[in-house]
């Protein structure tokens, strides 16, 4: 597995173009907009995209989701379906950022808790992170150690909580019951910011550190 950060829109998302090694096949985890970054970033790594993959519905994640999809004809798979009124709203959304207007969709696929995916050769399991959206979903290579998180946790920090439907309680819960057990030693891509580990959140995090309770 190997994989690329692209930076996109003014929120500065990390966007990962992420592929098999084996297969080339490529799947784009949350394209929140600046859509010829991510096209470029296919090229040059000669991989042939199979799938998008959103964590969930925000503007600066999905809203590039349907004119990639269309254009690299594509589905886009995930979120959970509890984000459908981010996703729905995404016109809202991009009037509400200053986003320029974006293409609306539905996903090829809702995704569940306990779910994998496929890309390639390799097997992502769907764990259901709720807290900053309902439905947020993080993708997990148990194999390579590598998490998407989306905006669940950042180095140092976690998710926002004050968007409709976050709640504070639920995202905690979520962090230290379902993506700390899965190991120290797992690397995790967040959804802005640089990389960390879930063991060195554990440690230094002042929200979620083991100290704190």
């Not at 496929?118 to 150690?145: E, Q």
Request: aromatic share 8%; with cysteine.
């Amino acid at each position: 597995m190997a994989y690329r950060v692209i930076p996109v829109t003014p929120f500065e998302q990390n966007c990962t173009l992420f592929w098999c090694t084996e297969t080339k096949e490529a799947a784009v985890v949350d394209p929140g907009g600046d859509l010829q970054k991510i096209m470029a970033a296919i090229e040059e790594e000669g991989v042939t995209l199979t799938k998008i993959l959103l964590t969930h519905g925000h503007i600066d994640h999905a809203g590039a989701s349907a004119t990639l999809a269309k254009s690299m004809d594509v589905k886009i798979i995930g979120p959970q379906q509890a984000d459908l009124f981010w996703i729905e709203g995404l016109e809202q959304q991009s009037q509400m950022f200053g986003f320029q207007q974006v293409q609306g969709f539905v996903p090829d696929q809702w995704l569940n808790d306990g779910d994998t995916v496929m890309v390639g050769n390799i097997t992502l399991d769907v764990i259901h992170c709720p807290g900053h959206t309902p439905g947020h979903v993080v993708f997990v290579d148990r194999k390579a150690k590598i998490a998407q998180v989306g905006d669940v946790l950042f180095k140092a920090s976690i998710g926002r909580t004050d968007f409709p439907q976050g709640d504070h309680a639920t995202l905690i819960s979520s962090i230290k019951e379902k993506l700390f057990p899965l190991g120290d030693d797992i690397r995790f891509i967040p959804g802005h910011g640089p990389e960390s580990t879930f063991g060195d959140e554990r440690l230094t995090n002042p929200f979620v550190a083991d100290r704190w309770g």
